[in-house]
């Protein structure tokens, strides 16, 4: 009696919310009696408290808003290769001032201006690199000219990137880490103006017939990254319905088709909930045993994967033996980066409305120690379960974290 009257009282200090309704049902199955009882109990407080968990979520909201009718498909680009050229400094000049008084009134060659710079800068307004030309040039100084008229300083050039732009060389060295808004970085320096001849005039060279080149602009090459390009990533083998779940739960357009390798490039859609709280959610390319070698889209796929604070793992329930294609993701993505299998994730089951998928969702079940969530994302069933556990994982594990949290 006392040993169950302890662990009811751990019991009740662990689920003190539900304590109400554990009380009212201990009273009515006195389940002081019975430690099975209170067992089977415990696991019901348990689900209660799930289901309690789930309740006090925001609400997923429903699109309104259509989607876009626009012929082109819009994806997003974290990654992007630039080559950027500063400005040529313009020529000082050479000239020797003759006035209808005074036919030799000296050298009067004004400089050249100095050639514009090529400035990363952090903008709030910008979500991708897609804006991001693959070659920039700041415009060049002008020349120097005569009566020492200074040629004009041309004006930078900003490229405006996202928060969290990473800024590399081609070998992979991180040079710049741009996650504050406003940050820049010189990416190429234009060339210094030349000099006119009168910036030679001395006591001993009194009408020097000399000037300067402008100096010639950097020419540099990067490999801009964005650390971070979602909350969520959607990792799956190829043709396992990951475009079809990003189209059901947000308004992006990734196309959906029955081939592998529909999705080539990263798609981002917005889940949006009644407390006014977004999630971001990226649709992926598909992987394929051996990705990380470089086979099918390889190496820039899992790239693509780490930049996801959270992982959702889409498994096609209709496949044989599904437990297996679970293992080869989690391989794939350790044998790529070690911290990748330590982020957060869900496991979904997908295409649960066809009838082979009965069978194979059991065994699925039975063969992984995760929870799993079984949907289909073309018929909608379970999807806003689905996005409750998302906003669950969101709330306990991402919301804290800054977008920068995330290690490259
Ligand atoms: N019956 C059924 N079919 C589905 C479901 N989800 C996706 N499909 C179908 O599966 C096929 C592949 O779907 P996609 O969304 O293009 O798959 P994906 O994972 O994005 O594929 P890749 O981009 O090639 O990696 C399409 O023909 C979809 O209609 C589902 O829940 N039920
Ligand atoms: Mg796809």
């Known amino acids: 009696m006392m040993h169950s009257n302890m662990k009811y009282r751990s019991l009740s200090v662990l689920y003190s919310s539900l304590r109400h309704c554990v009380s ?4 009515k199955t006195n389940v002081y009696q019975n430690k099975n009882v209170i067992v089977s109990f415990m696991c019901k407080s348990f689900h209660n408290l799930n289901q309690m968990k789930q309740k006090s979520v925001a609400n997923p909201l429903r699109h309104v808003k259509p989607r876009s009718a ?18 040529n400094g313009g020529d000082g000049a050479i000239s020797l001032l003759q006035l209808w008084v ?9 400089d050249g201006g100095n050639g514009g710079h090529v400035i990363l800068k952090v903008s709030a307004g910008v979500k991708d690199l897609s804006s991001v030309k693959s ?7 002008q020349n120097g000219a005569s009566k020492n008229c200074y040629g004009k300083n041309a004006d930078h050039h900003i ?20 996650d504050e808004i406003d940050m820049m970085y010189i990416a190429a320096r234009g060339g210094a103006g030349g000099h006119g001849n009168t910036f030679f005039k001395s006591d001993i060279k009194q009408t020097p017939k000399i000037a300067e080149y402008g ?4 020419i540099r090459q ?30 992006a357009r ?3 088709a029955n081939y592998p390798f529909t999705t080539l490039k990263p798609h981002i859609g917005m889940i949006h909930y009644d407390d006014y709280e977004q999630i971001a959610v990226a649709d992926l390319p598909g992987l394929i045993p051996n990705s990380h070698k470089n086979q099918g889209l390889g190496i820039t796929f899992l790239k693509h994967a780490e930049r996801c604070a959270a992982l959702l793992f889409i498994i096609d329930v209709t496949q044989e033996n599904p437990w297996t294609h679970l293992d080869i993701l989690e391989f794939e993505i350790s044998q790529f980066n070690d911290k990748l299998n330590n982020r957060p994730k869900i496991i979904i089951a997908n295409k649960i409305d066809l009838p082979e998928a009965k069978d194979n969702l059991e065994l699925l079940k039975k063969n992984t120690d995760f929870q799993i969530i079984p949907i289909s994302a073309k018929m909608g069933i379970n999807i806003s379960t689905l996005l409750k556990e998302i906003r669950i994982l969101y709330d306990n594990s991402l919301k804290t974290k800054t977008k920068t949290d995330i290690d490259i």
């Open 24 to 27: 009212v049902q201990m009273r």
């Open 70 to 87: 626009r012929e082109t498909l819009q994806y997003f680009v974290d990654m992007k290769q630039i080559k950027v050229k500063g400005g």
């Open 102 to 110: 005074n036919d030799r009134a000296g050298p009067d060659g004004g």
């Open 135 to 141: 070659v920039t040039e700041a415009s060049n100084g």
């Open 159 to 178: 490229i405006e990137v996202p928060v969290g732009t990473i800024v590399r060389d081609v070998n992979g060295t991180i040079l710049a880490d741009l």
């Open 215 to 218: 100096g010639q602009g950097e």
């Open 222 to 251: 990067y490999v801009l990254e964005i650390r971070s390009m979602a909350h969520v990533g959607l990792i799956g083998l190829p043709n396992a319905g990951k475009s079809t779940l990003l189209r059901a739960i947000s308004r």
């Open 254 to 256: 990734p196309k959906v």
